[in-house]
């Protein structure tokens, strides 16, 4: 079974910090990677998806894909207390995605 | 109006009993998955469809049963609801073809308690 992992927190950052978020795959033959926000009881958001090696900056969010460690991290910049939600990894497997169990953050005012 | 729909969104049944949890999508996506969440598990694939005619079984088939009716809409059912199917479910759509159409995008979700 692929797996994705995520350390489940609570990551707890003051506002205007940088926060974390850091995940690693099994599959290696996985090409694509996404990052989802989700609310308590709501449903997951797409908010940044990433194919190839390297940093993708849109706004104050940072992917960041390393294929070789098999490993995918999400900064947020200038973190705000509307961050405080879960964020889920999201790696594609066999034409599926595999989601990890999510990482809560807190942003602390 | 929302991309995707789900109805209903909160459901409180008896066990034993069947029941139906409808999608539907106006994004014109081909593919349509079925997801149910738990706390600290996660999101778990119940059932995907690519196609009006291709319909598979996800990690945790059993108990659950699928119809797509039309592209824009895929049906889950419980056929005899029991306890532990009590969860948080999630439509989800998705284009086809590489690279970005693997994104899904998500219904509000349909919160379902089984007494």
């Known amino acids: 079974q692929k797996e994705v992992e995520q350390n489940s927190g609570p990551l707890s950052v003051p506002e205007g910090a940088i926060a974390s978020l850091n995940c690693t795959y099994s599959?290696?033959?996985?090409?694509?990677f996404f990052w989802y926000r989700q609310y308590s009881g709501k449903s997951p958001e797409l908010i940044m998806s990433?194919?190839?090696?390297g940093d993708k900056e849109d706004g104050r969010f940072t992917a960041q894909l390393n294929k070789a460690s098999q490993y995918v991290s999400l900064l947020i910049r200038d973190s705000q207390p509307s961050d405080s939600a879960t964020y889920l990894c999201?790696?594609?497997?066999?034409?599926?995605?595999?989601f990890g169990s999510g990482t809560r953050l807190l942003v602390r005012p | 109006d929302a991309d995707v729909t789900q109805t209903p969104r909160n459901r409180i049944t008896k066990t034993g009993k069947r029941i139906m949890l409808e999608c539907s999508q106006t994004?014109?996506?081909?593919?349509m998955y079925w997801y149910r969440q738990d706390p600290g598990l996660g999101l778990r694939l119940i059932y995907y469809s690519f196609d009006v005619k291709d319909i598979n079984k996800g990690e945790i088939s059993d108990g659950y049963s699928v119809s797509r009716q039309a592209q824009a809409k895929f049906s889950l059912s419980l056929e005899s609801a029991i306890p532990n199917q009590t969860a948080l479910y999630f439509c989800a759509t998705s284009d086809n073809g590489q690279g970005s159409s693997y994104e899904q995008y998500f219904g509000p979700g349909t919160r379902l308690t089984v007494t």
């Open positions: 990433i194919y190839s090696n």
């Open positions: 994004k014109g996506h081909d593919r």
């Open positions: 599959d290696r033959g996985s090409q694509s």
């Open positions: 999201a790696v594609n497997s066999s034409y599926k995605l595999i």
